[in-house]
Structures are given as structure tokens and as C-alpha cells.
């Protein structure tokens, strides 16, 4: 197909195209002119796979092609290239140096070492929850630590959940676009679903208590 064709079927216009072919994010087509180029099936799966990092995992095109270039290691085990794409999906804040932050900190690495979780603590997630902590102790509800073991069985399950319906992928490329959606798309039904059960659990604990009488 030709680059207008390929533009057409991902809707991806042709100078950003062109761009991903200069950045080395997209392999260039075959010439079958000095002024033209063909591109395959294998082009718009890897233009979609771009996308999905760029508009879906919000990745910079620096960490996009770190992440192909794990995608086209073909000596890198999964869990590398796994990691690779759901490690760059973290948020990025200024930290806070003071007594929240140290505790929150703490409180995290304690939790993956008494989870057993075989994980870096330094990862961009552990620094996320660590940052949301410090946060919530910051407002005076540093007690939320208490219920972080009911919410890591949570987490849990649903990370069993993610990683059994990306495991029924077979290519590599489906692999890393699948976790990259499931991550973010996934959070995101995973926490509609979350508001549903708490207005669920606001009824049954409140919804039969008796109003308080001015």
C-alpha cells in the first residue's frame, strides 16, 4: 500500500507518518521508486502500536522507541519487554523531601517486602503510591496506611486479570500494545467500577441508618 493508503486505514496523517520514519519509530517503506514507497500490514500494525503508546500509555516519543526497541530484541524475555513499556507509564512529579515522604516511602517498601511482590522498590509505581501516601498523611489521613494490605489483595487479583487476558496473545507486539491498554484503559474500568461498589457500599453501610435530628 502506499503512504496515502497506510494514512488512511490508522488515521494517522501523512507528515506525522513521515516523522515516525525519520525518528526511527517506524520502519520506511520499500522504494519502488526514487519518489515512492510500499508499505505492508506490518506497518500498520506497528504505526497502531505507536499510537497506542503515544495516545493511550501517554509516552514521549523518546520512551516509545525505547520500548520498540525492547519489542524488537528478539533475545529479551517477555517480562523485560513488559516491563519496559509498563514502567514508563508511571506519573513524573517533583518529590518532596520531608517527614511524610520519608514515611510513605517506608511504608511502601515494607508493603512489597511483606507482600513478597518481585519488584524494584524503586519502579515508578512504588514511587507513584509513595507520592499518593504522602499526600493523604499530609492532609492528616496517614492512617490510610492501615488498610493498604486490603488494598494490595485487591490489586492482586485484578494485576491476575490484566496478565491472564494479555497472556492469550501470542506475537510480542500484542503482548506490550495489550498491557499498555490494559494498564491504562483498564484502571480506568477498574475504577468506574470501584465508584459503583462504593455507592453500593455507602447504602448498605448508611443508606439504613437514621437521619441525625437537628
Not at 131 to 137: E, I, N, P, T
Request: charged share 30%.
Amino acid at each position: 500500500m502506499r503512504v496515502g493508503e497506510l494514512s488512511r486505514r490508522t488515521g494517522v496523517p501523512v507528515p506525522t507518518i513521515k516523522y515516525y520514519v525519520r525518528e526511527g519509530l517506524l520502519p520506511p517503506g520499500e522504494l519502488t521508486s526514487p519518489n515512492q514507497a510500499s508499505y505492508t500490514d506490518t506497518h500498520e500494525r506497528r504505526l497502531r502500536l505507536i499510537r497506542a503508546l503515544l495516545d493511550v500509555g501517554g509516552l514521549k516519543v523518546a520512551a516509545i522507541a525505547e520500548v520498540l526497541r525492547a519489542v524488537d530484541d528478539p533475545g529479551r524475555p517477555v517480562h523485560k519487554v513488559l516491563g519496559a513499556a509498563t514502567e514508563r507509564l508511571g506519573a513524573r512529579h517533583a518529590e518532596h523531601d520531608d517527614q511524610e515522604a520519608a514515611e510513605a516511602g517506608a511504608a511502601v517498601g515494607e508493603l512489597i517486602e511483606r507482600r513478597g511482590w518481585r519488584t524494584d522498590k524503586s519502579s515508578p509505581a512504588a514511587a507513584d503510591l509513595a507520592r499518593a501516601l504522602a499526600a493523604m498523611g499530609r492532609l492528616g489521613h496517614g492512617a490510610f496506611r492501615e488498610v493498604l494490605d486490603d488494598y494490595a489483595e485487591a490489586a492482586e487479583r485484578v494485576a491476575r486479570a490484566d496478565l491472564g487476558y494479555v497472556d492469550r496473545k501470542v506475537a510480542v507486539e500484542d503482548l506490550v500494545e495489550t498491557t499498555v491498554i490494559g494498564t491504562v484503559l483498564g484502571e480506568a474500568v477498574f475504577n468506574a467500577m470501584r465508584r459503583l461498589a462504593h455507592v453500593d457500599a455507602s447504602a448498605r453501610l448508611f443508606g439504613t441508618r437514621p437521619e441525625a435530628s437537628d
